[in-house]
């Protein structure tokens, strides 16, 4: 069985700050890398690193971008066979600003990933009946992310959404299609139309998208941990310290790492646990893909927290 990601993929351009500049702003960097990056093709790479067979679907730009992300996707053991080179456009790029703590910003243009279509969701039935879960996010346009879900639903595969970027007006339609789905405190506070910050809002707002018909909802709240709450029940998984030195891509990890461990026919809570420290491990390296851990770092991680 395998997972299929359906989702963007990005050339990140990223720059390391002593802080993030203020609005009107110009000051001097220290770094400059471009790497692999957008949130599809991030999680594509977390969950192949720790070992799940895992497929992604999704384009790339007629530009020099595009040989380096396929290039990059396939040395982490992902097939390419299903991203498409889309000759109208740029490949989807993210500049990214990342300061001495870790914190970053982040500005997304998504050129080819604006163009995911029919076409693409052709090739994502003919996978579906090898695939435990479906992972999508908000980097592609709503309207396919909605017929992914519906045909993943249909399927009886696992639907696992990422609700980034962040948007308030997610159609009602789509909450019923999903398992799973896994806000951190800023996307779950805009989705529900309050703040979250702290574990008792953010069970408020799982509850609010239960409501909505998700059936399983789990809140990440960054270096203090996860919250999810299920049908059945509510539990707090509490975060690993670590030193991190750049959050980018934390997120996706997270997910990566929770489809990996429900792929292995783990619990909820241990898959939560997975994801956590997929996520802390991340924040530990520069950059989003090649900072995903691979199966060996992940299991002596755990293995030393027992």
């Not at 740029?90 to 080819?112: F, L, R, W, Y």
């Not at 996860?226 to 059945?232: E, F, I, L, P, S």
Request: aromatic share 4%; with cysteine; net charge negative.
């Amino acid at each position: 069985m395998t997972i299929i990601v359906f989702g963007s993929i990005n050339i990140d351009l990223a720059a390391k700050t002593p802080r993030l500049p203020q609005p009107g702003e110009t000051i001097i960097g220290s770094n400059f890398f471009t790497a692999g990056g957008g949130k599809g093709a991030n999680q594509a790479v977390a969950a192949a690193r720790l070992g799940t067979s895992t497929h992604i679907i999704g384009r790339v730009g007629n530009d020099k971008f595009a040989e380096e992300l396929l290039t990059t996707l396939q040395s982490y053991g992902l097939s390419t066979d299903n991203v498409l080179i889309d000759k109208n456009t740029h490949s989807g790029v993210a500049i990214i600003a990342v300061d001495e703590t870790g914190q970053n910003n982040i500005i997304v243009i998504p050129g080819a990933n604006n163009n995911v279509g029919e076409a693409d969701i052709e090739r994502l039935k003919k996978l579906l009946p090898s695939a435990t879960s479906l992972l999508l996010q908000l980097e592609i346009p709503q309207e396919f992310v909605q017929q992914a879900a519906k045909i993943a639903h249909q399927a009886g595969v696992r639907v696992i959404l990422d609700p980034a970027p962040a948007m308030a007006d997610l159609p009602l339609e789509l909450y019923p299609l999903i398992d799973i789905i896994t806000p951190n405190e800023v996307e779950a506070g805009q989705l529900v139309g309050f703040r979250v910050n702290d574990t008792e809002t953010a069970i408020v707002a799982a509850k609010h998208l239960q409501e909505r018909g998700v059936k399983n909802v789990i809140v990440k709240l960054g270096d203090r941990g996860a919250v999810a709450v299920t049908a059945d029940e509510t539990f707090f998984v509490p975060a690993f310290a670590v030193e991190a030195i750049d959050t980018v891509a934390a997120g996706d990890a997270f997910n990566g790492g929770l489809a990996s461990a429900l792929d292995a026919d783990l619990s909820l809570s241990e898959a939560v646990r997975w994801g956590a420290a997929a996520g802390a491990l991340c924040t530990t390296k520069v950059g989003a893909q090649g900072a995903m851990p691979d199966r060996a770092t992940f299991d002596k991680f755990l293995q030393n927290l027992t």
